[in-house]
């Protein structure tokens, strides 16, 4: 037996009708800003899960607000990592900052990257590629001012001014002699540049001069004074060495009023930041 059409169909014809109208639709944004993933947890069963699933909650909310958190279960057992999803990319970016390398216990030390890392990491050929062999570069000689063949001089760095400009040399010195050169930034000075813009200070045990630029730190040394790294960070106006002069901290101390202040920590030889935060003050009571 053939179906009656429902008598109101008609009102509905027109949005059955083909169209061939084009429908920009958006497309996805498959990177999820607004995500992360924690690896390196605790494996738990399901009856520890919502345990740890607080422990979590408690610590990144500290970051931001969390729209979703997924702990992935195999088996009964949690595979040791979860997605976390902020309201926001810069509160996913701030777990990243700050939570990465957090130490829940001495096992178990939070490996926190954004989410879109997975997808670089999907893309990666399954078939490794042995990397090209890089050129060796003979490393710079940082105490090479302890061989002066002109005897037992020392080595300092003065800055001076000349007319409206600052200059920074440094030179030789010798109980009754005058100071002889020993660089004060030609090469910079040629290619139009400056050697130092603010402020300089050796490392420890002389192997590096630190030069302070409004951009961050530039370090210096070997036989010709050549650069050995520069480091980003924006109005530094404090550096410190490791005795060992492996590691060094940037701080642009600035008044409370005006902000925190932010101190990294630098691995010297990698040039990578180890740590960093931000160094805040409570106010004094009874101070504005």
Request: charged residues 30%.
């Amino acid at each position: 037996m053939a179906l009656e059409e429902p008598e109101d169909i008609d009102e509905l014809r027109e949005y059955m009708e083909d169209s061939e109208d084009q429908v920009d639709v958006e497309p996805m944004d498959t990177t999820f800003p607004e995500s992360v993933c924690v690896d390196n947890l605790p494996k738990v069963d399901e009856n520890k899960k919502p345990k740890l699933i607080n422990v979590l909650k408690k610590i990144f909310l500290q970051i931001g607000n969390i729209k979703k958190l997924e702990m992935p279960m195999d088996s009964g057992m949690s595979l040791g990592f979860a997605f976390i999803e902020f309201e926001s990319k810069e509160a996913a970016a701030l777990a990243v900052d700050r939570v990465n390398g957090y130490k829940l216990d001495k096992n178990h030390v939070f490996n926190v990257f954004p989410y879109q890392e997975l997808n670089r990491l999907a893309a990666l050929p399954e078939t490794y590629v042995e990397p090209a062999d890089e050129a060796f570069h003979e490393p710079s000689d940082l105490a090479s001012w302890l061989a002066d063949p002109e005897g037992q001089r020392d080595m300092f760095v003065t800055r001076y001014a000349v007319g409206k400009n600052e200059e920074t040399m440094v030179a030789f010195g010798e109980m009754g002699r005058n100071p002889q050169s020993y660089y004060n930034g030609e090469r910079e000075k040629e290619a139009g540049l400056t050697w130092c813009e603010l402020e300089v200070k050796w490392s420890p045990k002389g192997s590096y001069l630190a030069t302070y630029h409004r951009r961050g730190v530039a370090l210096w040394g070997g036989h010709a004074m050549e650069k050995q790294g520069r480091f980003a960070h924006d109005n530094v106006n404090r550096v410190g060495f490791s005795p060992c002069e492996r590691y060094m901290l940037t701080c642009n101390f600035r008044n409370p009023r005006e902000g925190d202040s932010t101190v990294l920590f630098w691995d010297i030889r990698e040039g990578k930041v180890l740590r960093k935060f931000a160094l805040g003050f409570a106010p004094l009571p009874g101070s504005a």
